[in-house]
C-alpha cells in the first residue's frame, strides 16, 4: 500500500477549455477562408449597387423604387460584409486574446460594422443627420430601457472577459454584492450574459453585473490524498467505500472516492483519493484514509 500527497495539478475544465480552444481556432481558420473568399464577391457588387444608385435617373428613369432598393441592398451587403470582416479577423484575436474575450471582440465588431452600413444606408434614402441622430438617440433610450438588465449582463461580461480576474478551471468565492451571502465553485464558462460555476454535479448560472459587483476571492486548490491499495482477497472495493464513509471525518471537497486500477489474480488494486477543503487538514485526511482502509488491505 502505497500513500503520497497528490500535488495539485491543472483543473480538467481548464483542460477542456484548452482543447476546445484549439478546435475553435481551427473551425475560425476554415471560416476566415471561405470569409475572404465571399468578400471579394461582396464589394464589387456592393459598388455596383452604389453605381446604380448615383445613376438611377440615367439608367432606370426613377428615383424612388431605385433609391428603396439600393437602401435595402446595401443593409444586406453591407450586414454580410461585417460578418465576413468579423470572421476574417477571428484567427488573430484568438492568437492574441482567450476565446471568450476573442469572441466578445469579434461580436463588437461585427455589430459597429453592421450600424455603419445601416446608417450609411438610412443616409442614402434620404434621411438628414439630425434626423438620424435624433431617430438613434430616442432608439437607445427606449431600447435601453426596455433591456436594462440584458445590456447590464452584457456591459458587465465584457469588463469581466476584458479585466479577468478569474479564468476557466479557477474555483473563485464569491460573497457580497447581490448575492446576499457565499457562493464558491470551479469558473466552468464566461459568457456575455452569465458566468457558470461548477459546484461538484450543480452548475449554477451567475448574472455577470453580480459577478462584477462581489468581491472576488481566489481559492487554491489543496493537494489530494492518493492511495494505492491492494486489498486482502474477499474484500469488495463497496467495503472500503462503506470504511471511508463511517471512518473519514474530515470535510472534503467531494466524497473519498474508489477506482478499480488492477486485478491481480485473486486480489484487487485500488485507487482511493479525497480532497479536502483546506489544505492544513491533509496531513489528518491521509491519517483517517490510513486507519480506515488498514484493516482491509495488504
Not at 447590464?152 to 460573497?175: C, E, K, Y
Amino acid at each position: 500500500m502505497r500513500l503520497r500527497r497528490r500535488q495539485p495539478q491543472e483543473h480538467p475544465t481548464r483542460v477542456m477549455y484548452r482543447t476546445r480552444a484549439r478546435e475553435i481556432s481551427l473551425q475560425t481558420l476554415d471560416r476566415a477562408k471561405r470569409a475572404r473568399r465571399e468578400a471579394l464577391v461582396l464589394v464589387p457588387l456592393i459598388a455596383a449597387v452604389l453605381f446604380a444608385y448615383r445613376s438611377r435617373e440615367a439608367l432606370f428613369g426613377v428615383d424612388v423604387p431605385v433609391r428603396i432598393a439600393a437602401v435595402v441592398a446595401l443593409v444586406l451587403l453591407g450586414g454580410a460584409l461585417a460578418r465576413d470582416v468579423g470572421r476574417v479577423v477571428a484567427p488573430s484575436l484568438f492568437r492574441r486574446l482567450d476565446p471568450g474575450t476573442a469572441a466578445t471582440v469579434g461580436f463588437l465588431l461585427r455589430l459597429f460594422l453592421l450600424g455603419i452600413a445601416t446608417l450609411f444606408s438610412l443616409r442614402l434614402a434620404g434621411l438628414q443627420p439630425q434626423t438620424l441622430a435624433i431617430g438613434g438617440a430616442v432608439t437607445a433610450v427606449v431600447f435601453g430601457l426596455a433591456a436594462q438588465q440584458t445590456l447590464g449582463n452584457v456591459i458587465a461580461g465584457t469588463v469581466l472577459l476584458s479585466a479577468r480576474p478569474f479564468r476557466v478551471g479557477d474555483r473563485v468565492r464569491l460573497q457580497g454584492g447581490g448575492l446576499a451571502g457565499v457562493l464558491e465553485g470551479t469558473v466552468e464558462t464566461l459568457g456575455l450574459l452569465y458566468t457558470t460555476l461548477a459546484q461538484g454535479e450543480d452548475l449554477m448560472l451567475v448574472p455577470n453585473n453580480v459577478v462584477l459587483s462581489s468581491a472576488v476571492v481566489p481559492l487554491r486548490e489543496p493537494a489530494a490524498v492518493d492511495l494505492r491499495a491492494r486489498l486482502r482477497p474477499g474484500v469488495k472495493p463497496s467495503e472500503v467505500q462503506a470504511l471511508l464513509d463511517d471512518q473519514v471525518t474530515v470535510p472534503t471537497r467531494a466524497d473519498p472516492h474508489i477506482g478499480l486500477e488492477e486485478v491481480d489474480g485473486g486480489e484487487v488494486v485500488v485507487r482511493i483519493g479525497a480532497t479536502p477543503r483546506s489544505d492544513q487538514d491533509g496531513a489528518k485526511l491521509a491519517d483517517e484514509v490510513l486507519a480506515a482502509v488498514s484493516e482491509v488491505t495488504r
